[in-house]
């Protein structure tokens, strides 16, 4: 399984953007799609992730309120949307797949910059 991840880019405080994480299979080829950040200085942190099989979702308490998955089983893409961005939010976002057993699936990272 690869991964092809999208959006991301230069967004104005307050504003929205949509991260996109497309599998190279079908998506119910895994178990958990997900996005971690990492902001300069930060440790990698886990932003939010869905279960494919089900409906399980999570959302870090610092995005919860402001996030949306979006699951797109017809072109095997999982789109991460986050609104009300804050400079806090400027980080590299990297999203990943679990397969199962322990493997975990990285793509590329892109950033977000979120600043006036």
């Known amino acids: 399984v690869q991964l092809q991840a999208s959006g991301g880019g230069s967004v104005q405080p307050g504003g929205s953007l949509r991260l996109s994480c497309t599998t190279s299979?079908?998506?119910?080829?895994?178990?958990?799609m997900g996005w971690e950040r990492q902001a300069p200085g930060n440790q990698r942190e886990l932003v939010a992730g869905?279960?494919?099989?089900?409906?399980?979702?999570y959302y870090a308490d610092s995005v919860k309120d402001r996030a949306k998955i979006v699951r797109e089983y017809a072109t095997n893409t999982g789109h991460l949307e986050l609104s009300n961005l804050g400079p806090e939010d400027t980080a590299v976002y990297f999203c990943?797949?679990?397969?199962?057993?322990?493997?975990?699936?990285w793509g590329q990272g892109t950033l977000v910059t979120v600043s006036s």
């Open positions: 869905f279960a494919i099989h089900g409906s399980n979702t």
């Open positions: 299979g079908s998506l119910y080829s895994i178990n958990v």
């Open positions: 990943y797949a679990d397969l199962g057993g322990g493997t975990k699936v």
